[in-house]
């Protein structure tokens, strides 16, 4: 099977996991560790919780490491308190927005039709949205089903996408100790793909994600384009020796 044209991808959400301390600590070690990568190999992003995003693009300001947020309101001012607006994001220097991660789908009761309209405000506003997609059941067919009409539902109001990020991600593999199998991955990413064509959208990237970490993406690198961490990058030195595998293996498949 040949290679996945688009470039690697790699990217860390933070969740709520961190304090300040920790964050900007991460965040030194990362970018002196990421000193030797070249640009041309990967493209990485990095989501801290919304109180420190302006911290994070200032430290990051010479670095390979783009900053997003990891939820952003579907408008972008008004009588909207408490929201994050994705204008006043991007004008602060935001390149990525994530959008319906399982945990605010569950937790805070995203619907589909709501991440549809943050997807549209992330486009809107020049923000790259990664749109979170992932079943419950853990039965293949079951699976196909949930994802297909998460996908749908993500991307058919959608006009003049510039530019989307899928992290698939079953949300049964959330927070467990090990990622799905490499045959289910590719199964379903290869699935999104075919969706996403069928839809005649352009320019997106697949990425895998929940409890992903090191000697994953080997198995699943002719599907996918790269991965979305979680805990496992937690320590600094292994997100970046997860980049260079994920680097070295993608150089490997050209
Ligand atoms: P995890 O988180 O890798 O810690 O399971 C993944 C995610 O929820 O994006």
Not at 28 to 57: H, K, M, Q, R, Y
Not at 183 to 191: D, P, R, V, Y
Request: aromatic share 6%.
């Amino acid at each position: 099977m040949a290679s996945r044209a688009g470039k690697l991808l790699v990217g860390v959400n933070l969740k709520m996991y961190m304090d300040r301390e920790q964050t900007l600590s991460w965040l030194d070690a990362a970018v002196t560790g990421l000193g030797s990568i070249n640009s041309d190999d990967v493209e990485l992003f990095l989501l801290p919780s919304a109180p420190l995003i302006s911290d994070c693009i200032e430290r990051t300001s010479a670095s390979l490491l783009a900053i997003g947020a990891q939820n952003i309101s579907a408008h972008d001012s008004g009588a909207f308190t408490g929201e994050i607006s994705p204008q006043l994001l991007a004008q602060m220097g935001c390149e990525y927005a994530l959008i319906g991660h399982h945990e605010r789908r569950t937790l805070f009761g995203e619907s589909n039709d709501v991440i549809s309209q943050k997807i549209a405000a992330g486009n809107r506003n020049n923000l790259i949205p990664i749109v979170c997609i992932g079943e419950i059941s853990k039965e293949d067919k079951s699976a196909a089903v949930e994802v297909k009409t998460q996908i749908r539902s993500a991307v058919k109001e959608q006009k003049n996408l510039k530019k989307l990020v899928i992290a698939y991600e079953p949300t049964w593999a959330i927070g467990v100790d090990q990622p799905a199998s490499a045959e289910h991955i590719n199964k379903m990413c290869s699935l999104i793909r075919t969706e996403l064509e069928d839809m005649n959208i352009q320019n997106f990237r697949i990425l895998y994600g929940g409890s992903a970490g090191e000697g994953l993406f080997e198995l699943i690198s002719q599907t996918c384009d790269g991965l979305f961490l979680g805990r496992r990058s937690h320590n600094p030195q292994t997100y970046i020796s997860i980049v260079q595998e994920c680097i070295s293996i993608k150089a490997a498949n050209l």
